[in-house]
């Protein structure tokens, strides 16, 4: 009896130790990793201090410690998350606030050089897009068709090598292989662009195609005559071009300045007067952005993630913001050209993918509907009723989805159509609510 009431004595003993030398380890590492950083070893301090952190991730002195020896740290990809993590977290405390001005120490030495630019404007959805510099020169293939000018060739060369010439570490070869990375493309004139006298439709339009995180291709598409039946001039055709490569290369937005060739036009119709009048140029702005597109680390490249070289490279958030912030100013930006140009559907669809952003799917469909009362295009239906149904399958309306799809479906039954139709079929099944569908752009 004795013997096992001293058992029980010595295993609550040992159960006091245990725990009290659980609860000492977090101060332990951290005076550990204040001593290692006091003797300028840095890395060693580190490593103690994000031990101490993952025990005790509440402790403000173990926070702020951690923080100061990542800033003495190379700013790999990972030190730069954990960073922007912090400065992110809400809190107002050392740490937070030591951590915001490092993030802000990196992003001003990054932006010293770069020049006015409109980087917030690149994102795909979320999403940070461009090529692997290393996988340069990109291959591009034209397919012209045997009817049009010659001009049309040369003319589509010669912007692919504007951009070269502006920017000099982009390289293009131009192939006749089956296999390119850009692809440039021309559809025939349709028959319903106009409507009472007014012209209004999509000049070219460049989509990239994106397997997982991986991106396949872009393809540039454009019709063979303007309005009119008409062979584009050789101004038109260039201008056009020399804009749609912009977005090729991972601008998937526009400019809101009418000096930028990525300037997104507010005409409510389509006119050439002032293609005609002049050669368009890249701007200043315009070169300053995908400068800087090319020193920070997309989501989505040529190649997968783990070949993909980040050295030396700035984690995108710390330029552009989180989540929230980027879909914000998106917000923003749509109601400014809205403002300005009220009649144009773009406005609204970009006011929509925003919101959808922000989770805010009843206001994604309001813009979505206000853009299909403007809109006189096919492809621009198709774009609003497949994001309406996409927005409606993420409020669970299944009904209003499949709906909505379906008039999408009539105008390109394609595998993106597939995909959803067969995410609301799962829905109906599971009778739950449906995973998120991203709004596409």
């Given at each position: 009896m004795k013997k096992q009431i001293l058992n029980k004595i010595i295993l609550v003993v040992v159960l006091i130790i245990t725990i009290s030398i659980i609860f000492a380890i977090p101060s332990i590492l951290c005076k550990s990793g204040i001593s290692n950083l006091k003797k300028n070893e840095v890395v060693k301090a580190y490593k103690a201090l994000k031990k101490a952190y993952t025990l005790k991730?509440?402790?403000?002195?173990?926070?702020?410690?951690?923080?100061?020896?990542?800033?003495?740290?190379?700013?790999?990809?990972?030190?730069?998350?954990?960073m922007f993590k912090f400065s992110d977290d809400g809190k107002d405390d050392a740490a937070t606030k030591l951590a915001i001005y490092q993030i802000e120490t990196w992003r001003n030495n990054l932006l010293t050089n770069i020049g006015k630019n409109y980087i917030e404007q690149t994102p795909y959805d979320k999403n940070l897009l461009r090529w692997d510099v290393n996988t340069f020169p990109l291959k591009v293939k034209i397919d012209i068709p045997e009817d049009v000018p010659s001009y049309y060739q040369t003319e589509i060369e010669k912007a692919f090598m504007e951009w070269t010439a502006r920017a000099n570490f982009l390289t293009f070869t131009f192939t006749d292989e089956k296999k390119a990375d850009i692809y440039v493309e021309f559809n025939p004139l349709p028959d319903d662009i106009c409507e009472a006298g007014s012209c209004q439709y999509v000049v070219a339009y460049t989509l990239p195609k994106i397997s997982g995180n991986q991106l396949k291709s872009m393809t540039i598409t454009m019709y063979d005559k303007d309005?009119?039946?008409?062979?584009?001039?050789?101004?038109?055709?260039?201008?056009?071009?020399?804009?749609?490569?912009?977005?090729?290369?991972?601008?998937?937005?526009?400019?809101?300045?009418?000096?930028?060739?990525?300037?997104?036009?507010?005409?409510?119709?389509?006119?050439?007067?002032?293609?005609?009048?002049?050669?368009?140029?890249?701007?200043?702005?315009d070169i300053n952005t995908i400068n800087l597109l090319y020193k920070m680390i997309p989501n989505i490249t040529n190649v997968p993630m783990s070949k993909f070289d980040k050295e030396g490279l700035i984690y995108a958030p710390i330029v552009l913001g989180n989540a929230t912030q980027i879909s914000s100013r998106k917000i923003k930006e749509a109601e400014n050209y809205i403002s300005s140009a009220p009649d144009i559907p773009n406005g609204y669809i970009d006011l929509a993918v925003a919101y959808a952003d922000q989770g805010k799917y009843l206001?994604?469909?309001?813009?979505?509907?206000?853009?299909?009362?403007?809109?006189?295009?096919?492809?621009?239906?198709y774009l609003i009723y497949y994001n309406i149904a996409a927005a409606h399958m993420n409020l669970n309306n299944l009904d209003e989805a499949e709906k909505y799809l379906n008039l999408a479906r009539q105008i390109n039954d394609n595998s993106e159509i597939t995909e959803l139709q067969t995410n609301i079929n799962h829905a109906r099944a599971a009778k739950k609510k449906p995973f998120k569908i991203p709004i596409a752009e």
């Open positions: 991730p509440n402790n403000k002195e173990i926070r702020y410690y951690y923080v100061k020896s990542m800033t003495l740290l190379k700013p790999t990809e990972k030190i730069q998350k954990e309005a009119n039946g008409n062979y584009f001039s050789d101004k038109e055709l260039y201008n056009t071009i020399l804009h749609e490569i912009g977005h090729a290369l991972g601008i998937m937005g526009h400019s809101y300045s009418s000096d930028d060739l990525m300037y997104m036009s507010t005409q409510p119709e389509v006119t050439y007067t002032r293609y005609r009048s002049a050669f368009h140029f890249i701007s200043q702005d206001k994604s469909i309001e813009a979505l509907r206000e853009a299909l009362e403007r809109t006189q295009t096919d492809s621009d239906r």
